[in-house]
Every structure is written in C-alpha cells, then in structure tokens.
C-alpha cells in the first residue's frame, strides 16, 4: 500500500482536515454570518493558518516511510507552505490573547478597537510576516541525493553558518519568545484585573 494515500486515509489527517475546514462548511455559524468581531476574524485566520501547516502531511509521511521524490519545486513549496502555517498559527493565538486581553483590562478602549476592519488590517500584516519569516527556508529547502537517498533538506551557502544561525533565531524568536511573552503578559494582567473586580 502507498505510504501517500493510506496516510491521507488515516484518521488523523482526516480529523485535521475536517476540523480545519469547519469555517467553510455550509451550516457553519461563520457561513451563516458575516464576520461581526475580532474574535471571529482571528478564528477564520487560525482555521487558516492551521489548514496551511495539516496541507504538508502526507507529503511529510511519504518522505518518512521514503523518500523524497516530490522535486526540488515541491520541496520549497512544502517547507513555505509548512513554515507559513507554523508562524501565523502563533501570530494568530497571540492576537487572540491581546483581543482578550483589550477586551477584559481595557473594555472601553476595547470598543473604539476591536472592529472587524482594525481585525482584518491586522491579520493582513501577520500573514505577511509569515510569509516573509517563511522566505528562508523557501530559499534554502532543496531535493539532494543524500546516502542514495533523495531528501528535502535545508542547504545553506558552505563556508558560512550565518544563514542557518538567522533562520534558528528567527524561529526561536518569531516562533517563541515573542509569543511566548506577550502570553504570558497578557495573561498576568487579565488575572490581575479579575482579582481587583473580586
């Protein structure tokens, strides 16, 4: 049996995909309405952002049972594809937080803010920043015959570790950090303003 397709029939990648797509299925409370808050046009873009990183699994696990015998040109639409989900994913759960965060510390401010346009404006630069973080591995994913065996790797220039470095730091930065504290920010201070209201 092709490694491909008994993966696309499992029922992880079938869950994903379905999960993912709710947003677009006739029924669905985003289908019926028209995007009224903030809250729903992070919850579209998060639907999004994770549709973009479930789109690489069965390719993924083809090269893992395999090889890689998609082409260079998959190999770099894969790695953007993948990369653009991973960073916006995280830009989006962060913009979640900071909505929640407006909307609990600063209600009345929350009100001038947190309008469907200021969400839409918003989510266009994230995208943009994920698709733009994801440009390095786009550049340097490439098909190499590795041991006999073709493989979808990351190749930076020889001689230099600069570009390898950058695309770490920017993962750990872009991917984490940042995120990570503005959460953590965000959080601390919607508990703190729960407990003054005790």
């Known amino acids: ?6 993966f696309v029939e499992t029922t992880e990648y079938a869950y994903g995909y379905d999960e993912n797509t709710a947003p677009c299925n006739e029924g669905n409370s985003f289908h019926r309405k028209k995007l009224m808050t903030m809250t729903d046009v992070c919850l579209l873009n998060l639907a999004a952002s994770d549709l973009l990183f479930v789109v690489p699994l069965p390719f993924q696990a083809h090269y893992a049972a395999e090889q890689w015998v998609f082409g260079n040109a998959m190999c770099k639409i894969m790695a953007g594809i993948y990369y653009t989900g991973f960073y916006s994913s995280i830009f989006f ?5 900071i909505d929640r965060y407006i909307a ?6 929350a009100m001038k803010i947190r309008t469907t346009s200021c969400g839409i404006i ?3 630069i994230l995208w943009l920043v994920a698709g733009l973080a994801s440009v390095p591995n786009i550049v340097f994913n490439q098909q190499l015959e590795i041991e006999q ?3 979808c790797v990351p190749t930076y ?3 230099s570790n600069t570009w390898k470095v ?5 993962a750990n930065i ?3 950090l940042i995120p990570l504290s503005i959460l953590i920010c965000c959080y601390a201070q919607i508990l703190k303003n729960l407990q003054k209201c005790k």
Request: net charge neutral.
């Open 1 to 6: 049996m092709n490694p491909t397709s008994h």
């Open 93 to 97: 759960i962060t913009l979640m937080s």
């Open 104 to 109: 609990i510390v600063h209600a009345v401010y």
């Open 122 to 124: 918003i989510s266009l």
């Open 149 to 151: 065996s073709m493989q």
């Open 157 to 159: 220039p020889p001689g």
């Open 166 to 170: 950058a695309s770490q730091f920017a």
């Open 174 to 176: 872009l991917g984490l």
